[in-house]
């Protein structure tokens, strides 16, 4: 899991740099930490940073409006929406071919209204449609709204979905790990040696060699946040989650060890949320709503928090957590 939160990583890159520009001036020229990097170069991958969050955001925020926008089309929030238009569907065509007409008992069963479902659900009432309009003249219409129409949003739906799909399962989970490639907070077994966080790290090393007695040792800025607890390692908390049509739902289990726990927080990409626990007796789990948090791939960050907006305890997935039949929210 990353130790340095999104938004701090340009602080914590801009932080060095002027540190680095200091060194440079003891040193009378360019200090670099392997032939070729020096401050300019790191003010290059700094730049290249930005660029990758700025494109991140920008897509995350198409992600939110495309989701909206898909939810609108369908009518799961809205009633003039296509979905609006079929509940109509059965009871007048039942009142137009009588409730023991087979065609008026075969209306397709919807189950659950889920965004995957979609599409789906529209084209078996297509193909019902169609199969209406051959037996019967003049062919069925839902008041002004006819076979044609619905086929129409069905296809406007499926391209705002392919769009959609899109962002959430290639151009955003691409541009995050390129992000997360670039700056490098990662297991160093798998941090690349040219990355930000290498690269500082490098920094930090030998400017505590070379300069070991002079105050520039002593006034490295800091790279990774300290322990919120200031006890070593955090306890974790298991937890689940799943999408909802509009945000997602998580559930959680209150760990014995994070007594001080008062807030659940989140991160998807560069969104931020908490919420106020309700459940804090060990072994609870409390389900919560994030209306505003549109997943893309897995989400991202998940912990328990102090009245103090201090981590307390790290999420740790358990997809095998089962949601409680009685939600607490």
Not at 248 to 276: F, K
């Amino acid at each position: 899991m990353a130790r340095i939160p999104d938004y701090r990583r340009l602080v914590v890159v801009d932080n060095h740099l002027g540190h680095w520009a200091q060194a440079n001036q003891i040193t009378g020229e360019p200090f670099e930490i392997v032939p070729g990097f020096g401050v300019e170069q790191l003010r290059d991958l700094r730049n290249q940073l930005r660029d990758l969050q700025d494109s991140i955001g920008v897509m995350e925020m198409q992600l939110i409006v495309a989701r909206a926008d898909r939810n609108a089309m369908f009518g799961s929030t809205n009633e003039q929406g296509v979905w609006g238009r079929l509940k109509h569907y059965k009871p007048l065509l039942k009142a137009r071919l009588g409730s023991r007409n087979p065609l008026a008992r075969t209306v397709p069963a919807i189950g659950r209204v889920a965004p995957k479902h979609f599409n789906r659900i529209l084209q078996a009432f297509i193909d019902h449609w169609a199969e209406v309009n051959a037996q019967v003249t003049p062919a069925f219409t839902l008041g002004p709204y006819t076979l044609a129409m619905l086929q129409a949003e069905q296809a406007a739906l499926a391209e705002k979905m392919t769009a959609i799909s899109q962002l959430e399962t290639a151009l955003l989970p691409l541009a995050r790990e390129q992000r997360e490639q670039l700056f490098g907070d990662e297991a160093e077994e798998v941090r690349e040696e040219n990355s930000i966080v290498s690269r500082l790290l490098l920094y930090r090393a030998i400017v505590r060699a070379m300069f070991a007695t002079q105050p520039i040792a002593d006034s490295l800025p800091d790279l990774f946040p300290a322990q919120s607890n200031g006890a070593g390692r955090l306890p974790t908390v298991r937890f689940n989650y799943q999408p909802l049509a509009n945000g997602i739902e998580t559930w959680h289990e209150v760990p014995a060890e994070a007594g001080d726990a008062q807030m659940a927080y989140v991160r998807e990409g560069g969104l931020e949320e908490v919420r106020t626990l309700n459940q804090t007796t060990p072994g609870s789990v409390e389900v919560i709503e994030w209306p505003n948090v549109s997943l893309v791939d897995e989400l991202d960050e998940f912990e328990l928090r102090s009245m103090n907006n201090l981590t307390v305890a790290r999420g740790t997935h358990d997809p095998s957590l089962p949601r409680p039949l009685v939600a607490v929210t």
